[in-house]
Structure formats: structure tokens, C-alpha cells
């Protein structure tokens, strides 16, 4: 699975939208990008997840370049709650992967007041 | 509603000992996987089951450890002669598919095990 790049920390006001980065410049044309987060404590949650299309839900949106090389994550207004490491993946299936995800350090994002 | 659960929740053995963690997937869901988080990393793969059937342990980091989902829903994963380094979190997750990377992926709350 391809290697992701994201930065370790950053801070987003309440209220305002987070848009949190995530290079994967080895992704190959069968692997999604993934996001899950991992609240302090918690064990991760999946946000979403593209393949080259953007894609919407409840949570949040994901953004992925035309060449698929790199992508954002936007919760579109930050509330203190979704303060937690989040994690950029990018996973495809083959018969020796079983859909298993490859975490990296993630981003800390900080929500304040 | 149910979401995966793991027990126990917080678990300490002393160096050498064997312990038992044990993981009850969302029902029906076929895929379940193992992952162990050390402080202030992102969770690591351990193994796969595909219904009773193990089929990747690529991740174990050695033969001290064992898992097994006998009957194809609760699962266990047992570490024999505990060392230090293996104190770390232990993430249970399952899915509903067959282990293909589009299916999300629903994590339990995790046991902290911590070796003296």
C-alpha cells in the first residue's frame, strides 16, 4: 500500500472549517484514500473514504487532486469534539492485503474555543 | 446499537505471564482484524480472520503470539511469556465484507495491556 504524508499537528478555531492535508504521491489506480480518526482514548472511527471522485457525508468531505496524488480532509465547521488524531490511508484489496490498514503517525488537530 | 466491545478493558501482567484478550465483533460481520497501538503511534496490523479462517498473521510480531476465531465471531488473542515490549493497546475492528479495503472497518475501544 502506498505511503501517506501528513503534517503532525495543527490547530482550527470552532466554528470554522479544518482542512486537513494528506499527500500520497505512490498511490496506485486500485487503492482508496481512507480517513479515519482516533479520538484520546477511543479506538479510530472511519470518516470516509474516495477513490479519484470527491466525496460528501454527514461528517465531512474529501477532496482528491485530478492526478489522485494528494487530498483534503475538510470537517466544515470544527466543534471541540472532533478534536483527535486523524489518519490519511491509502488501501486497496489484493489477495494479500485483506483491506488491512496501514496507519501512519496522523495529524493532531486541536479545536479551541 | 452494538458496536464491537473488547475486553478487558485495562489489563497488567507481570513479565512471563500468559494473558487472554478477548474481542466480540458486530454480528455477522465477516472480517475481523487485530492491531496493536503503542504510545503515541498509529496502530499497527497484526492479523486477519475471514469468517473461522486466519488468513494473513503477517503482523504477529513473534510465535509467543496467537489468535484464533474458532467458531467465526468472538475472537481471541493470546500473548504467552509477556515482555515489556509488549505493553501497547490491542484494537479489535470487523467489517462486513470479506476483507476487501471498502468496507469501513469498526474498531472496539481497545485493551490497554500493561507488563511490569
Known amino acids: 500500500d502506498a505511503k501517506t504524508t501528513q503534517p503532525p499537528s495543527m490547530d482550527c478555531a470552532e466554528g470554522r472549517a479544518a482542512n486537513l492535508p494528506c499527500n500520497h504521491s505512490t498511490i496506485s489506480g486500485n487503492e482508496y484514500v481512507y480517513w479515519y480518526r482516533q479520538i484520546h482514548s477511543q479506538g479510530p472511527q472511519y470518516i470516509i473514504h474516495?477513490?479519484?471522485n470527491n466525496e460528501t457525508n454527514e461528517m465531512a468531505s474529501l477532496i482528491i487532486t485530478e492526478d489522485r496524488k494528494s487530498s483534503t480532509l475538510i470537517l466544515p465547521h470544527a466543534t471541540l469534539r472532533d478534536t483527535a488524531v486523524y489518519y490519511c490511508i491509502a488501501a486497496g484489496y489484493t489477495t494479500d492485503s485483506w483491506g488491512k490498514l496501514q496507519f501512519g503517525a496522523g495529524t493532531q488537530v486541536v479545536v479551541t474555543p | 446499537g452494538a458496536g464491537v466491545s473488547q475486553s478487558p478493558r485495562y489489563k497488567v501482567a507481570k513479565r512471563g505471564q500468559d494473558v487472554a484478550l478477548r474481542c466480540d465483533p458486530i454480528s455477522g460481520h465477516v472480517s475481523l482484524f487485530w492491531y496493536q497501538q503503542a504510545l503515541g503511534q498509529g496502530p499497527e496490523f497484526l492479523t486477519y480472520f475471514q469468517n473461522e479462517a486466519q488468513l494473513d498473521k503477517s503482523g504477529l510480531p513473534s510465535d509467543r503470539f496467537f489468535a484464533e476465531r474458532p467458531e467465526g465471531s468472538v475472537s481471541t488473542l493470546k500473548i504467552q511469556r509477556t515482555q515489556q515490549e509488549d505493553s501497547a493497546v490491542y484494537l479489535c475492528a470487523s467489517s462486513l465484507g470479506g476483507g476487501a479495503a471498502y468496507n469501513e472497518q469498526f474498531f472496539g475501544p481497545g485493551t490497554r495491556l500493561t507488563v511490569l
Open positions: 474516495g477513490l479519484k
